[in-house]
């Protein structure tokens, strides 16, 4: 599943190709969009992991990849890497075609109605964007969760803040060395503003080119893939498992994340900030 800094980089290629110019003709799941056809597009944005396409006089594509889409580029009339009855949102300008194959979603909407208006209320802050709140992560974390819900849940959910899969994930677990099974109401407001300011500092840091670091030097991740390679700080093995009601890959270092219901879980999530 793409990460939020994955979304904005996409938005930024996309734009540079898109914005300005005039699509010729776009097809949704292969149907032409009439209303689309000779509309000039106004911009091109990510918030989390949704792109949104904005055309003049009221019009937005908004898409998800999910875990299987992607978006290809291609000048006229070259032949697509993928079947066409895989893509699901084409768009052409007279130069190039842009497809968007095996997207979770996409759909069109009315820019700035209510379904608009829904799916970006749905969303938490932009992870990725500029003048991120954290305080209204906590406060949507009180509004959407129960207090027993797992980390590793917390921050997979977008309605919380937008932009954290499964790699960053882990990453800001272990950067602030919290425990993946530790509950929400156990983690308190402190931890969990440490958690997403993490986040935030390492989705701003990953928007320029470059594979995704969240350390210096090599490797360029702490934990993510390296289950029962030596711990970067304590050296013991990076632990793998599927946690969480979603089920999702985590990895994490049981010498500096302390369980929950091991002693002195609490001086290691506190000892980074002494
Ligand atoms: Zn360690």
């Known amino acids: 599943m793409p990460e939020g800094d994955t979304v904005h980089k996409l938005a930024d290629a996309i ?17 032409t969009v009439p209303a689309l056809a000779g509309r000039r597009v106004r911009a091109v944005f990510a918030q989390g992991k949704h792109l949104f396409i904005r ?45 968007c194959f095996n997207a979770r979603e996409v759909e069109l909407l009315r820019s700035g109605g209510i379904r608009e208006r829904n799916t970006v209320r749905r969303l938490g802050p932009d992870l990725g964007g500029e003048g991120f709140c954290v305080d209204e992560v906590l406060r949507r974390a009180r509004e959407f969760l129960e207090p027993e819900t797992l980390l590793v849940d917390v921050l997979l959910d977008q309605r919380i803040a937008a932009g954290i899969g499964n790699v960053y994930k882990s990453e800001v677990l272990f950067v602030e060395k919290v425990h993946p ?89 506190r000892a980074r900030f002494g």
């Open 181 to 269: 099974t530790l509950p929400l109401e156990a983690a308190g407001d402190t931890v969990l503003r440490r958690l997403y300011t993490a986040a935030h500092d390492l989705i701003r840091a990953n928007l320029g080119g470059g594979p995704r670091m969240t350390r210096r030097g090599n490797p360029p991740l702490w934990v993510y893939g390296r289950h029962g390679r030596p711990c970067l700080r304590c050296d013991e093995s990076i632990r793998y498992a599927r946690l969480g009601a979603t089920m999702r890959s985590t990895y994490w270092c049981a010498g500096c994340q302390r369980s929950p219901a091991e002693p002195g879980a609490d001086d290691s999530s």
């Open 15 to 31: 734009g540079r190709t898109l914005a300005g110019q005039v699509t010729a003709r776009v097809t949704l799941r292969g149907e």
């Open 55 to 99: 055309f003049e006089e009221g019009m937005t594509l908004r898409s998800h990849l999910g875990m299987y889409g992607s978006w290809h580029r291609y000048a006229s009339g070259e032949p697509w890497r993928k079947p066409q009855a895989q893509a699901t949102l084409a768009l052409w300008t007279p130069p190039e075609v842009l497809v």
